[in-house]
Structures are given as structure tokens and as C-alpha cells.
């Protein structure tokens, strides 16, 4: 098992929500991420702007109008373009992932969830000079080359999981290192531009995984503020046992209007995860194509002097297995397993999409998902990515802090 980084908690900062319905809108958005970019990213900045006004204008389109979700990293940033429009054929999709021909990158074909195309060839021609000429997906494939980590999921009409489309494009400054799992979430407040109330947390320890997801009650700031309470508890001491973790989160939003949470801890080598949630958050584990809902009880942290006691359930965890933990922001029939394939995508994929189609017009709405990279169903996404976890605590506003869940990858030469 590889080492991974111990150096803290990562805590995730909340996505903004950019709507995509007009070139006014391509505009505000890559102000918006340029903005963010300046802030969080130094030499890859510019890219980043670029890589959204290309997902903004796709958006525009192909499909329909659609999302730009933007979260800042402690060292880059993330953008989550997402649509619900017809959906991009497999031709398309392997436009937008086939691998980059670039001496440099040494890319495998395993990067591919189409199996490649079938020359090889690049879809843009393979000069970095030549404009692009083909239609759908070549922005797709210009910010696929600009970005450090890419993903892509799409679904079509007439199948059994609504169409749409989900892309990824992560921007780091650093290094990303290896590890055994890596994880996911998007977090988003009702209104666009809004605080969410909802926060999330994750500890990664070489043989500890640890994960928080926290709503407070209501929405908007106070709620974000009960959030970020929990948040900080659980970010003191992530390694504790789940009881401790949740008596320690209840005396932090005291002083709050209090919330509802669920807390987990993975043990790769045991092969245990322990979960506790008080109150309405979901869970579910997916090993080997079956899930499982996981067990929560009733109850509220923060409103009473006694802690409400959780119930620590265990259950069996196995290599390749994924995790999704979801705040009530989601109607409760989410199922990911409706939708081929998409469990072997990134978990901020796959948290994205699952928002997308089972979030509530009325709640701030948090999906929080890990995969367990042990097994050879998680693909490599992104041409040449060694999956990585990294712990690292940054400062954010609002319910908290921000770290990339990482994919390592070669360093892109072209943009
Ligand atoms: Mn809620």
C-alpha cells in the first residue's frame, strides 16, 4: 500500500454554481474562474478561464444550456460542466478522452472507457498548431489537454438512466501522489451564488479513511455556520472513533442552530468501513455491482445537552468498492447503479451526476463519494493518471476548507 499524505483533513469548500443559458452567461462564468484562478492557481490560470469559456460555450452547444460548478483547491481548482441535454454519442465521448499523441506523455489506451480510437490517432489531427475542425467534442479535447485531471460521462436518450452529461477538468499546481482510494463531492447552495448550509470532510490517513458529511438545519448562512462547526470538530481529530466524532461535532454546534451528519471510517486492510449518521443523510456502499443502504438513526446534533448517540454499523469493504454519502438535498431514491458504467468514473462524477438528476429545487445539496482504487474497475481518467489522495488543510470561507480530490497525471506540455 502506497504512502499518502498525512499532513491534515482535506475540507471541501463548496461549489458556486454558474448557469449556462447565453453567451452572456460564457462570459460571466470565465470572469468567475478567472477570479478563482488568480487566487488558487499561478501558471495554469489562464488555462483554467480558457477550459471554462470551451465548457461554457460547449454547454451552449450541444447540450442545451446546462451548469458550470466551480471549486476552489488549495492549490487549483475544479470546474464540473453539467448538462442534461440529448447526450454525446460514443464517437463524441471518445473525441473528448481519447488519448493526446504526445511523446512526452507516454499515454496508455487505458484512459479510454470506449477502448480507444481505433487508429489511435489523435482527434484533432495531432498538431498542437492546427486548429481544431471537428465538431463535438473537439473543445472537449482542448480542455482535456489543458487540464491536469479529466473525466467524462454521458448518457443518451432511450437508456435506463436519464441523458445528459457530466465533464470534469481539474487544475493543479502540484504534484498529485498515489494512493488506494480517492474521493469526490459537490456541495451546492439553493440559490446560485448563495452559501450552502451543508460542508464536507475528509481524512486520509495510510490506513485510515475518514469522512464527514454535515447538513445544518435550514439553509443559507446560519446553517453553513452549523456546518462549518461540525466541520472544525472533525477536523481536529478525524482519526477518533465515530461515537467520539459525533459527541465532539454535537458540543461544536451548540452554540449553532445545530444540523444532521453522518460520519465514516474505511480500513482498506481490514476491510471494515463504520459508519454512524444522526438524522437525514444517506448512504449507500457499492461493492462487486451491489449496494447497500447504510443505517443511520434519527436525531439532530447540537440542540440538546446530551449528544444523541449514533449507531456505528460495520459493514464488509472491499477492493473496488465505492461509498456515497448524500444530505437530504437529494430526493431519496438516488440510485447510482441506474447508470451504466458510471461508477468506475471520478468520484466528483459521479457526485455530479447523481446532484444533478436527484437534487431538490429547495435544499442545499452535498453528495459525497469514495472509490476504492484496488480493483481494476475504476478507470484511469485522463490519459496516464496514477490515482492519488492527498490530505492538506487550506482555509476557506463558509462551511469550511478546500483540497482537490487528485488524480496524479503527467504534466500537460500543450494547452
Ligand atoms: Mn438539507
Known sequence: MEALNTSGPTVGAQHDKFVVSTDEDVGALRRGVAEVAARTLGTRAARAALAATELGTNLLRHGAGGYVLVRPLVAGLELLAVDSGPGMPPGARTLGMVPHASPSRGDPDGGDPDGGDPDGGDPDGGDPGRRPTKGLGVGLSAVRRAATVFDLYSTTRGG????????????????P?????????????????????????????????????????????????????????????????LEELVRRAHEAMRPTRGGVLAVCSVNPELG????????????????????????????????????????????????????????????????????????????????????????????????????????????????????????????????????????????????
Open 160 to 175: 435506463s438512466a436519464p441523458a445528459g452529461t457530466v465533464v470534469l477538468a481539474r487544475f493543479l499546481e502540484g504534484p
Open 177 to 241: 501522489r498515489p494512493g488506494w482510494c480517492r474521493w469526490g463531492a459537490v456541495n451546492v447552495a439553493i440559490e446560485e451564488g448563495g452559501i450552502s448550509g451543508d460542508g464536507w470532510a475528509v481524512s486520509a490517513l495510510p490506513l485510515l479513511v475518514s469522512v464527514l458529511v454535515v447538513d445544518g438545519l435550514g439553509h443559507g448562512r446560519e446553517a453553513g455556520l452549523a456546518a462549518a462547526a461540525a466541520v472544525s470538530a472533525f477536523g481536529a481529530d478525524p482519526s477518533a472513533n
Open 272 to 415: 471494515e468501513l463504520r459508519y454512524g449518521a444522526i438524522g437525514n443523510i444517506s448512504g449507500m456502499l457499492l461493492n462487486d455491482r451491489t449496494s447497500q443502504r447504510l443505517l443511520g438513526r434519527d436525531g439532530i446534533l447540537g440542540t440538546s445537552l446530551v449528544p444523541p448517540s449514533p449507531r456505528v454499523n460495520s459493514y464488509p469493504w472491499s477492493p473496488g468498492a465505492v461509498l456515497v454519502l448524500a444530505s437530504d438535498g437529494l430526493r431519496s431514491s438516488w440510485d447510482p447503479l441506474a447508470y451504466p458504467g458510471l461508477l468506475s468514473h471520478d468520484p466528483a462524477v459521479i457526485a455530479a451526476v447523481l446532484q444533478r438528476d436527484y437534487g431538490r429545487p429547495n435544499d442545499d445539496a452535498t453528495v459525497l463519494v469514495v472509490c476504492d482504487l484496488r480493483a481494476s474497475n475504476h478507470l484511469d481518467v485522463g490519459a496516464g493518471n496514477i490515482p492519488a489522495i492527498q490530505g492538506e488543510t487550506g482555509q476557506a470561507a463558509g462551511a469550511g476548507q478546500t483540497e482537490p480530490p487528485l488524480l496524479s497525471g503527467p504534466a500537460r506540455t500543450s494547452a
